[in-house]
């Protein structure tokens, strides 16, 4: 086992090797009304590790993911790093052309699903780039060929030997969702998680004890190095919930299994503020703390959860896939409303202008971060990597400051960023005012090309549930007694649902994209 800075393992399949062993009656997975123990973990990663090998997987290989919320989820990342290969997690909203896309751009030989996902798979060219599919399920049927179920991978006698694969190697690679052009593949070796993974359980002091919950889907990386990786490296246990439907599973979950660290995204907050929980979860429930990644939580959110939440705290971070992903995240000891906290252990970050020089505390500048989590790099895609990693420093295309604290508040993504008459102007501090006005769940704000300004901005509004109508009158006159004339948008489009990715990121391409098409 590795010792370098600190790491205890060299690998996934090495870290369940151990606590395979170590904590082989404990409970590591909760799903529904089933306890899965880490030597249960232990046992299937090895079976499944050896069906693989059989069909003529090796090191080096990647092996795509395409997978819901599932035990089966976690042990194919430790079956496959077992053998040396790659897992490439895949995003299961995906459609049939865009899933195509990341098989073959990854190069992966395998591809590992879900029944509930036939549809997208089989009109894919999964079929055709793919060596063989394993398929988890309990309607699987397929018995000849290329298919295979599950039942079948983890029912197979032989085993094989564990690659002994190096912290340098590359453990995993995750799609970025693509601000611009096609997804590229961020790779990340097993330091890069393992960093997040020392690093987080040091920020918030996670135990053996502790219990975390995961609904969020498994294939993005916060929930994969967070929320699936960073509990079992610590050795403590995870409740994993299949679907986010119905809501109201998600909170008897966390009451009945205890759960101590909740694992969640803005959009998830927002509405746990405004439930009416009964009066028993809480009083009874465990938690302590709340953890918030992905995207930016309104101060509204934060506000409402503190005065909810009397024993647990909302801590925010940051991060990107790049960073594996995490970056910083407050304190327990101490949450700054609009930051999104200090680095943590072992990551260095700054706030640097054009020529990458630091600027003072407090000034705006782009965002750098160094240390064990920054990527080695895009597959395929040298001058990418080239132009985003410079002398270990990882560029976040974010922009922000640095207070005298040393925590960090995110302005804006740089591509963003909208200048109107030479002046700057950050959407996301439009937004933050736009949040706060009665009846508004969510907005976006986007810069359209003006012939007498360069750029001007534009809001798209969500209404809360159960708000039929905004006043815009009224609500540029709140604007107004804000924001500078020059920051107030010039148009307010009223939109019943804002696009947003899986994590709840709002995806400003497609409003722009949408503007286009009006255009035209």
Known sequence: MSTEMGYSFNSFYELIADHGAKYRRKTALFVDDEKITYGDILQRADTLAAFLAAQGVQKGDRVALFLRNSPEFVYTIFAISKIGGI???????????????ILEDSGSSVLITSMIHEKVVKES???ALCNFIVWEGDTFEYRAGEHHGFDEALSYPESVHADACGLEETAVIFYTSGTTGKPKGAMLSHKNIFSNSLSGINHIDVRPKDRGIVFLPMF???????????????????????????????FKQTLMKRVTLFFGIPDVYSALSKAKLPWYFMWFNNLRAFISGAAPLQPKTLDAMAMKFKRAKLLEGYGLSEASPAVCMNTLQKQKAGSVGTALAGYEMKVVDENLLELPRGEIGDIIVKGDNVMQGYLNRPEATAET?????????????IDEEGYLFIVDRKKDLIISKGINIYPREIEEVIDRFEGIGASAVIGIADEKSGEIPVAYI???EGVEKIDESVLKGYLREHLANFKIPKHIHMIETLPKNATGKVLKRALKEQLKEEAQ
Do not use: C, R
């Not at 610590?234 to 439907?245: D, E, F, N, R, T």
């Not at 420093?393 to 922009?399: A, K, Q, S």
């Open 87 to 101: 897992v490439v997690p895949v995003n299961t909203f995906l459609k049939e052309e865009e899933l195509s896309y």
């Open 125 to 127: 060219s999964a079929e």
């Open 220 to 250: 993005h990386s916060f929930t994969f190095s967070i929320g699936l990786i960073l509990p079992l490296y610590a050795g403590a246990s995870i409740v994993i919930i299949k679907s986010l439907q119905p809501f109201s599973n998600i």
């Open 389 to 401: 990693v410079i002398n270990g420093w990882l560029l976040t295309g974010d922009m922000g400051y």
């Open 462 to 464: 969500e209404p809360e």
